[in-house]
């Protein structure tokens, strides 16, 4: 028995080993949506909160997982999340994976505390602080990794372990926090950062138990966006829509270009050569993570003042989801082919680092 295609997969992939049944799935049909995995669920947890609230009220296991299984759903997501930080990545990857996090993540958080600090109502066109450095912060390591495999070259590619760090509420309760506009208690904060820290010890200790676990982050996702919808008013969810369309906009124009700005920043440091200095992976950067529309959510339950715009914001960050999943193929396209017309290639970056490796290897 042949295992199902993955989430996307192509036609040419599905004709080559998938029976005539399973093409027609209407699941997969679904998974052509950017973001399906979690937003579907997210948007059926919205209808059932909003027209049938007392569904899910009927106690046992269907009300523990549909109705109250945020937090434990979130805990088991962030532990298989954390199994997937590899703390020996090293070399180029290391660097750049270092660079476009610091682009991505600096200018998310300047952006969010921007409007905290010097915006009388606290917003911006409806743009909550949590919103925006959630969305802005957090990036597709899916479709970096696609992007990146189509027009970059393997140190590209690799970067998604480096950026993975990204992943959650963490860098949005660190930037709030530390700006005090948050109050975590030490136990609460040390209660939602220990399964991930638990799952990156594993991880590292095991290649088994990652390679066991990997599943585990996709598989939870589209059960986190059922529990985070049924919170959610169907009316809110439409309501935000183009805030969040123009939050996804700012995060595509905005984030990837500053992880380009920076990565080029370290390239000119290392004084390489400029048809070396190529920048796929800051611009494939500028994505907002499906994952993330669950940080609201994660907040709230650590900080309760956040509950009065858990719903906005979880809105608003997925509407940014679908949205930056629609438009960075585009802009991606678009930087690689202006790198071609100034003589920059991944092929000839892979190859400097290559040869460099060579000559410090003949050296030693």
């Known amino acids: 028995m042949k295992n199902p295609p993955p989430p996307g997969a192509s036609a040419s992939q599905v004709e080559q080993g998938e029976p005539a049944a ?24 919205a209808i059932i909160n909003t027209f049938f609230p007392q569904v899910l009220d009927v106690g046992s296991f269907t009300t523990a997982l549909f109705r109250d299984g945020t937090a434990v759903l979130l805990g088991l997501f962030f532990f298989c999340l954390g199994s997937q930080l590899d703390v020996r990545t090293t070399g180029p990857t290391l660097e750049k994976g270092v660079a476009i996090l610091i682009g991505k993540v600096g200018v998310g958080v300047a952006i969010g505390l921007a409007v905290a600090f010097f915006i009388p109502s606290g917003s911006l066109l409806g743009l909550t602080p949590l919103a925006i450095i959630a969305a802005m912060t957090n990036s597709n390591g899916a479709l970096f990794a696609a992007l990146t495999g189509q027009y970059g070259n393997k140190t590209d590619r690799a970067a998604v372990a480096v950026i993975a760090v990204n992943d959650g509420p963490f860098i949005t309760m660190i930037a709030l926090g530390s700006a005090g506009l948050a109050s975590f208690p030490l136990h609460d904060l040390i209660g939602l950062i220990l399964p991930l820290l638990l799952g990156a010890l594993l991880g590292n200790l095991s290649r088994s138990a990652r390679e066991f676990l990997s599943v585990g982050e996709l598989l939870l996702i589209p059960f986190l966006g059922f529990v985070v919808g049924r919170s959610i008013n169907f009316g809110t969810l439409i309501e935000s829509g183009l805030q969040g369309i123009m939050l996804g906009v700012a995060t ?29 992976a800051g611009m494939a950067e500028g994505t907002t993570a499906g994952n993330a529309i669950a940080t609201p959510a994660a907040l709230a339950l650590v900080d309760p003042t956040f509950q009065a715009i858990e ?23 678009l930087v690689a082919s202006w790198q071609k017309r100034r003589g920059v290639s991944p092929q000839k970056e892979l190859e400097y680092y290559e040869n460099r490796q060579k000559v410090s290897a003949g050296v030693a």
Do not use: C
């Not at 399973?22 to 947890?45: E, H, N, Y």
């Not at 270009?257 to 290392?270: D, G, K, R, S």
């Not at 906005?312 to 802009?331: C, G, H, N, S």
């Open 22 to 45: 399973r093409r027609g799935d209407w699941l997969t049909k679904l998974s052509v949506i950017p973001g399906a995995i979690m937003l579907i669920p997210l948007f059926l947890g």
């Open 252 to 280: 595509v124009v905005i984030s990837g270009p500053v992880a380009m700005l920076i990565l080029w920043i370290f390239h000119v440091l290392h004084r390489r050569p400029r048809e070396t200095r190529n920048l796929i």
């Open 311 to 333: 719903a906005v914001a979880t809105a608003q960050i997925a509407a940014a989801t679908v949205t930056t999943a629609l438009l960075i193929p585009f802009a991606v396209a």
